[in-house]
């Protein structure tokens, strides 16, 4: 795919292109006849000059010792020819152009001829003067390289003004694509100051940009606010509901029956619970709720999380490795941070196999830090870790405490700490989740 820049460029040298070259073409085809009508030119001025200077003696003097006189310059670019013609007083004076081939001297040379008859002192003589064709061959092939050398050096002349030109046209255009798209990573802080340009259909491009972004940004704006005030009003006779079954699970006559379904409803309440704390927690990281006043040590809190799962890894018998190459530091919300990291390493362990592995370890790309969990559990194929990312997508995931917003959480901390998340997985053979950390000034 080529950018718009560079088609307009071609488009422009190449229409530039096709016209010089028909120019050079027609110009080909014009200089023979263009140069033989200059020959014709010369001869006849030649021709009039020596008829004009011509004199009896010197006619006598030419033909005393043979009945035609020839004579070729050096070079043979030019001969002439002066012969007498007997019987011919009645006819017309003939004079005319043609072109022969002439073998002076072993050499075969390709001839301009003019043919002229005059009379003088009485007699008919027959005139001819050649001039050698080889002088316009070395004109042709002159001009043809001269018009190659224009050609070459109006193409690349023509596409390096055409790109600049271009470049300067188009500024605006990309401008508006990096700053009121690329760079912009929530609608609610969207940039409405216009962009500065001359042409019309970027002011208007510009315009429509920001009415969309503006109702795009009122509906997020709605979609947030509806998901924090429900989840928040839920939680309310959610509390009332878990303190009812609680004092209903103390009471002595409860059927052991009884105990079980009240036991199901709790459980049923705690995961309904958990799920409203997780969308209340997606709910403010996104909107941008939450500071960044601690200095993290990546080191440090890998360890505690180890420490805090540790039970969990020894349950299934997996293996956990860390291997830091260095205790990278960076600014964000500990507590934050915290909880992305464990949401992938509790995935890690929730999906591994028994007696798998799990690794932590880091390595620096590009200048950027990165973190990454891998483990050997029963990973996902390509569609599974396209939607990975999607709230409430459990991929028909058959574990319990399993409500599909883990991974939600991950994205939404991660953005809010301008960090990206990789997952790389193949299906049988475990996953990959990298965490590439912003370059450090």
Known sequence: MMKLQLKLALYNTLTKVAIITMMGILILVSINRISVNHIHQRLIQKKNKLITNLSSVKINDLLTQQKTFTDYNLLKEEYIILKEVKNSDTSKLKHYFSQESREIEGSQEEYQILSAEFKYGGRRYLLELGETMSTVGQLEHTISVFTFLILLAAVILTLLTDLAFSKFLLAPFYQIIDQKLNKVN????????????????????????????????????????????????????????????????????????????????????????????????????????????????????????????????????????????????????????????????????????????????????????????????????????????????????????????????????????????????????????????????
Do not use: W
Request: proline letters at 3%; one cysteine or more.
């Open 186 to 441: 929530d609608p609610i802080s969207f940039n409405y100051e216009p962009v500065k340009t001359t042409t019309e259909d970027f002011k208007i491009l510009d315009q429509s940009i920001s009415i969309l972004m503006n109702k795009i940004a009122d509906l997020f704006i709605t979609e947030k606010e509806f998901i924090a005030n429900v989840s928040h009003e839920l939680l309310t006779p959610i509390s009332i509901l878990n303190t009812r079954l609680e004092n209903l699970l103390n009471d002595e006559k409860l059927s052991p029956e009884g105990e079980n379904k009240v036991f199901a409803c709790l459980k049923t309440l705690n995961r309904l619970k958990s799920i409203i704390n997780s969308l209340l927690l997606i709910s403010k990281v996104e909107n941008n709720q939450y500071k960044k006043p601690d200095s993290i040590s990546i080191k440090e809190l890998v360890h505690e999380v180890y420490e805090e799962l540790e039970h969990r890894l020894m349950m299934m018998e997996l293996k956990f490795t860390i291997n830091l190459s260095e205790d990278h530091h960076f600014t964000g919300n500990r507590s934050l941070f915290n909880t992305l990291l464990m949401n992938v390493v509790n995935n890690a362990i929730k999906y591994n196999l028994p007696s798998g592995s799990v690794s932590i370890y880091d390595t620096y790309i590009d200048k950027h830090y990165e973190l990454i969990v891998e483990d050997t559990g029963q990973g996902m194929d390509l569609n599974e870790v396209q939607h990975a990312f999607q709230r409430f997508e459990k991929f028909q995931s058959e574990k319990e405490d399993s409500h599909g917003l883990g991974l939600s959480i991950v994205r939404s901390i991660a953005s809010f700490h301008d960090i990206e998340i990789e997952i790389e997985s193949e299906k049988g053979k475990g996953t990959r989740v990298i965490v590439i950390f912003p370059e450090k000034d």
